[in-house]
C-alpha cells in the first residue's frame, strides 16, 4: 500500500495554515452578562486545530482566526461512553457524526498522538496577530496535509450548512 503523510512539522515562524495545530491555544469565554465598563471573562487553554481557510489567513483577509478544539480518542471516549465501542468508533471514522471529525494517529518522533477528534461544536475565534504570536511561542508544530486538511474543511462546512426541515417527505412505501 502507497504511504500518503498525513502530517508534516513546521517551523512555529512558517505562515499559519488551515490544519495547524496549535497546542494550549488560550480562548476567552465571556461572562453571561456583561456590565458596561466592567469586563470579565474565563480563559480556557485547548490544543486547536486552525479551520480558517488558508487564503484568508496567507493574504491577512480576517481578523479573527476560527478554531476547534481536539481532544485525543482517549479523552473523547471518557466523556462518552459510545465512542468506547466498535460501532462508536467506526461512525466517527466514517463520518457519520457531524459535528465531530477524526484525524489519523501522528508517528512523528516528538509529536506523536493518539487518533483526534476535532469538535466542530466548539468553535472559537483568536486573534489573528495573538494567534501568530502563540504559534510561533510554541514553536515547531503539526500541520495536516491535504487531501486530509480539504477532507477536515468539507467536514466542517457539512456541519455547518446542515438544513432542519419543519416537514420532510414522507418515506416511500
Avoid at 469586563?39 to 493574504?59: F, G, K, R
Avoid at 467506526?90 to 512523528?108: F, T
Avoid at 500541520?143 to 486538511?149: F, G, K, V
Wanted: with cysteine.
Amino acid at each position: 500500500m502507497e504511504e500518503y503523510p498525513w502530517y508534516i512539522i513546521v517551523d512555529g515562524k512558517e505562515t499559519l495554515l488551515q490544519g495547524d495545530f496549535i497546542n494550549s491555544c488560550p480562548v476567552v469565554i465571556p461572562p453571561l452578562a456583561i456590565e458596561p465598563g466592567k469586563v470579565s471573562a474565563d480563559v480556557i487553554e485547548y490544543d486547536v486545530v486552525v479551520m480558517s481557510q488558508s487564503c484568508d489567513l496567507e493574504q491577512r483577509k480576517i481578523d479573527l482566526v476560527l478554531v476547534c478544539p481536539l481532544w485525543s480518542l482517549e479523552e473523547f471516549e471518557e466523556e462518552n461512553s459510545y465512542y468506547r465501542s466498535r460501532e462508536g468508533k467506526e461512525a466517527l471514522r466514517r463520518g457519520y457524526l457531524p459535528g465531530y471529525h477524526l484525524l489519523n494517529k501522528c508517528e512523528i518522533d516528538g509529536f506523536k498522538t493518539d487518533y483526534l477528534v476535532v469538535d466542530f461544536r466548539s468553535v472559537y475565534s483568536v486573534p489573528f496577530d495573538s494567534t501568530l504570536e502563540l504559534a510561533r511561542k510554541r514553536g515547531r508544530r503539526l500541520r495536516l496535509l491535504p487531501p486530509y486538511r480539504e477532507h477536515l474543511s468539507q467536514a466542517f462546512a457539512r456541519f455547518f450548512m446542515r438544513v432542519g426541515l419543519p416537514v420532510d417527505i414522507p418515506p416511500f412505501k
